[in-house]
């Protein structure tokens, strides 16, 4: 089955500084690869997705790339602010939508003031 | 439009002890899940469904029941607890069908159940 690996599993930034989440994946057969983000205490939500045939997304201050020939995907975060900090979760599976997510580890990000 | 409903969220055992956790969506999403989260492992899936009458076995099973009687419930039973089934669960569920804006599916949680097993 998928195996999905994230790193690191903690960073802390500067506020205003970009920072960046890695994942790799095992599944070639995997193409939806979404990111979530679990704030203290709350239920993870979806803030980005990406799907195989696409290589990178961006919606505002967030962008993923993937890498499919690699077997890795990304998320990064630019002119980070303190409602980012939060553990963010990244996920692949090989179905057309959320069905058999399989997570990583998560990164617990801090924004330093 | 409540989302996922998930009851209790906390709760004690004793080991041996048996006990439901309940989950309950109103968004007629076909799939629902159950994922179970522990510090450094992220989340991990236990059992899944994609329909009424229709469940299947995730990363996670041992230890765990599940059921799909209806479209809306779908029950994680916990037959005889452990120490080691001691973690946060969270219940999620989505469509089968393409999210019109992203053209993929929303995993959509409940706010999970903290669950100690002493």
């Known amino acids: 089955g998928e195996n999905v690996e994230q790193h690191p599993s903690t960073l802390s930034v500067q506020e205003g500084d970009s920072a960046v989440i890695k994942c790799t994946y095992s599944?070639?057969?995997?193409?939806?690869f979404p990111w979530y983000k679990q704030e203290l205490g709350k239920r993870p939500q979806l803030i980005i997705d990406?799907?195989?045939?696409?290589g990178e997304k961006k919606d505002q201050r967030i962008a993923v790339t993937l890498n499919k020939t690699a077997k890795h995907f990304s998320l990064h975060i630019t002119e980070t602010q303190p409602e980012d900090s939060a553990v963010y979760f990244c996920?692949?599976?090989?179905?057309?939508?959320?069905?058999?997510?399989?997570f990583g580890q998560g990164t617990r990000l801090t924004i330093n003031p | 439009n409540a989302g996922v409903t998930q009851t209790p969220k906390f709760q004690v055992l004793k080991t041996g002890q048996s006990m439901t956790l309940q989950c309950a969506q109103d968004?007629?999403?076909?799939?629902m899940s159950w994922y179970r989260q522990d510090p450094g492992m992220g989340l991990r899936l236990i059992h899944y469904?994609?329909?009424?009458?229709?469940?299947d076995q995730g990363e996670v099973p041992n230890g765990y029941n599940v059921s799909r009687s209806t479209t809306e419930d779908f029950p994680l039973r916990l037959l005889s607890a452990a120490p080691s089934q001691t973690s946060v669960y969270f219940c999620?569920?989505?469509?089968?069908?393409?999210?019109?804006?992203?053209?993929?599916?929303?995993?959509?949680f409940g706010a999970g159940s903290r669950l100690t097993v002493l």
């Open positions: 469904s994609v329909g009424a009458g229709i469940t």
């Open positions: 599944d070639s057969a995997s193409n939806y």
């Open positions: 990406i799907r195989s045939n696409v």
């Open positions: 999620a569920s989505s469509t089968l069908r393409g999210d019109r804006i992203s053209g993929a599916n929303v995993l959509t």
């Open positions: 968004m007629n999403h076909e799939y």
């Open positions: 996920a692949a599976t090989p179905f057309q939508g959320a069905q058999k997510l399989v």
